[in-house]
């Protein structure tokens, strides 16, 4: 029982790792129709932000997520206007060779600044005991971790369903030349959810980095399992990202805690079988 | 007459690189091996238009199949080879059947998920073929009972030569027949192929099969020529490094195939020699440089100029 209990929770706080940073992957999908393997990238980026703040320089976590964010889309805005502007709506072949060369960039660049090793980013006092929940002690950095997800989750579902950007967002992603002839500015719809699926990356990245260690072959290292997380959940779904990352978090924590020797073929093999029956993921749309 | 002349010219250069590199013939036997795998992903990716990042499940199958065929007991290497070929097309029958019933992003997932999922299926059946250490202490027999593989690779590269200028004279002849023509019309719009009456599917699963035995005898010639057979064969990076390769020599045409390794696996062994990082940088720079300057690769660049060549001459004439 306390083996079962002990998997699911940390199957619950993998997945809500997976799914902040893949949620912003699914935007850029989705929404903006753009296949952006280098989104792991960005995540690593945040993640080596984080670690120089709170290790080398001494500030605090949260200042150090917050520079991270912030760091992360400043160095992502140049990106975008020089290079994603020229791949929207390219064949996907186009996209992916693109954001591979991009990620490949950031590797070695990476890895020229800062070496190869990897980089933690130490938690404060507060994160790194354990709570007692009544049946259960748990680290207190995975509820931290579960709760940035639910609040990333319900966060997101209002800004797109309930505001007015949500609403031209939306309009745009389903035409963009008639929302730009209604007055929407589409220029900047499209940089403002770049923006914020590139925020996301950073904040999973550095809030994940338990999870999945920051390194310079981090973006090479997590990009399939991103991918193949948002293409189950369906791109663009709220929901299906979620649902895809609490499943395929639940099905690799199960199979590393009972058959470690196996490794990632329990995963693997469910997404292909998902692929199979659901070919455009659990939530997602006609094309 | 062009494709005569075409492949005098793959020759010329096999021969150039033996006269010029003889003490680099293992790296020229490597490069021989990925051309194979780069050609079988052009016919999938160039001529049917479906992206895959997966080609090295059925490079890797080629592979294990003539190791362990080799290790037990099966030395003659033409047979390793049609047993490497065998497996290649049992392996692309399985992987068509399944990534064809996606399309487009599910699709691509589909052959990442395909070929880790063959790197950890060949991980762990490790009494067969090594897991993690490597299929090793292949020793392959004479070639017609008379060429020794030696020590400096010299049999091994020729053999591969050959075998590549094969290869590549069958694979001219499929993507030019009726068939291949079939698949180029699926690559340009798969609705009006459905709706002039044929069918989709199986041309498409039958180019998968002639892929797989592409990358197949790839895989077994690595095999033959290494004497070992490693869990990389079998990796995410090859496919997508090979996929580059591709793109960087131009997509749908077998020349840019052999063109895009040769240059990338070149440039590989210059720079990686001094910094695999700086390496890591150069290709990242190259592909964005491709997508943005050259989306038809190296071969595309070389036919806008001399296409803009002829133009002018056409002019002043």
Request: hydrophobic residues 55%.
């Amino acid at each position: 029982m306390q083996t079962i209990l002990s998997i699911a929770i940390d199957a619950f706080a993998y997945g809500m790792a997976l799914f902040i940073i893949c949620i912003g992957l699914s935007l850029t999908m989705g929404l903006m129709r753009v296949v952006n393997l280098a989104h792991g990238a960005f995540a690593m980026i945040a993640g080596y932000i984080a670690s120089y703040a709170a290790r080398d320089l001494g500030l605090g976590y949260a200042i150090a997520i917050f520079l991270a964010i912030i760091g992360t889309i400043v160095i992502s805005i140049p990106l975008e206007r020089l290079l994603y502007r020229r791949i929207y709506g390219s064949p996907q072949l186009t996209q992916v060779l693109m954001t591979i060369g991009i990620t490949f960039c950031v590797i070695g660049i990476t890895n020229y600044f800062f070496g190869p090793t990897l980089k933690t980013i130490p938690l404060p006092g507060s994160l790194s005991q354990s709570v007692n929940v009544g049946f259960k002690t748990i680290a207190a950095h995975r509820l931290f971790v579960m709760a940035c997800g639910v609040v990333v989750a319900l966060g997101l579902w209002f800004l797109i369903e309930k505001t007015a950007f949500g609403i031209k967002l939306r309009a745009t992603v389903d035409n963009a030349a008639m929302a730009d002839a209604l007055g929407v500015r589409t220029q900047v719809v499209y940089a403002v959810s770049f923006a914020i699926a590139i925020g996301l990356a950073a904040l999973g990245g550095v809030v994940g980095a338990e999870f999945l260690p920051i390194e310079p072959y981090y973006a090479l290292r997590y990009m399939v399992t991103f991918l193949v997380v948002v293409s189950v959940g369906g791109a663009g779904s709220i929901p299906g990202a979620v649902v895809a990352c609490l499943l395929l978090g639940a099905v690799d924590t199960t199979g590393r805690y009972l058959m470690p020797e196996f490794g990632n073929f329990f995963f693997y093999a469910a997404v292909i079988a998902i692929v199979c029956v659901f070919p455009r993921g659990f939530f997602g749309r006609a094309q | 007459m062009r494709d005569v002349a075409g492949i005098v010219l793959i020759v010329a250069a096999g021969m150039a690189g033996y006269w010029l590199f003889p003490d680099n013939l293992a790296l020229l036997t490597r490069v021989i091996a990925v051309a194979l795998l780069v050609l079988s992903i052009d016919l999938i990716v160039g001529y049917c238009g479906v992206a895959t990042l997966g080609q090295a499940a059925l490079f890797g199958a080629g592979a294990y199949a003539a190791g362990i065929a080799c290790v037990n007991g099966v030395t003659e290497p033409l047979t390793l080879i049609a047993i490497g070929a065998l497996a290649g097309a049992v392996a692309g029958l399985l992987m068509g059947t399944i990534m064809l019933r996606a399309h487009g992003l599910a699709q691509l997932v589909l052959s990442i998920a395909i070929v880790q999922l063959f790197h950890e299926a060949a991980n762990k059946a490790s009494a067969y073929t090594g897991g993690s250490d490597g299929l090793a202490g292949l020793t392959v027999g004479p070639l017609f009972g008379v060429f020794e593989f030696d020590l400096w690779g010299q049999t091994a590269y020729l053999f591969g030569l050959a075998l590549l200028v094969l290869v590549f004279i069958a694979l001219k002849f499929v993507v030019s027949s009726p068939f291949g023509m079939l698949c180029r019309g699926i690559k340009e719009d798969p609705v009006r192929i459905k709706a002039m009456g044929s069918f989709v599917f199986p041309v498409l699963l039958k180019m998968f099969v002639i892929s797989g035995a592409v990358a197949g005898i790839g895989g077994a010639l690595a095999a033959i020529s290494t004497q070992v057979v490693g869990l990389d064969s079998v990796s995410f990076e090859l496919s997508a490094n090979s996929l580059v390769m591709l793109v960087l020599g131009g997509l749908g045409t077998l020349y840019g195939a052999l063109v895009g390794t040769v240059i990338f696996m070149g440039f590989e062994h210059a720079v990686s020699a001094i910094n695999p990082f700086h390496w890591m940088t150069m290709v990242g720079a190259l592909l964005i440089a491709v997508v943005l300057a050259a989306p038809g690769g190296l071969s595309g660049l070389l036919e806008k100029i001399t296409a803009s060549g002829k133009r002018t001459r056409g002019g002043r004439a």
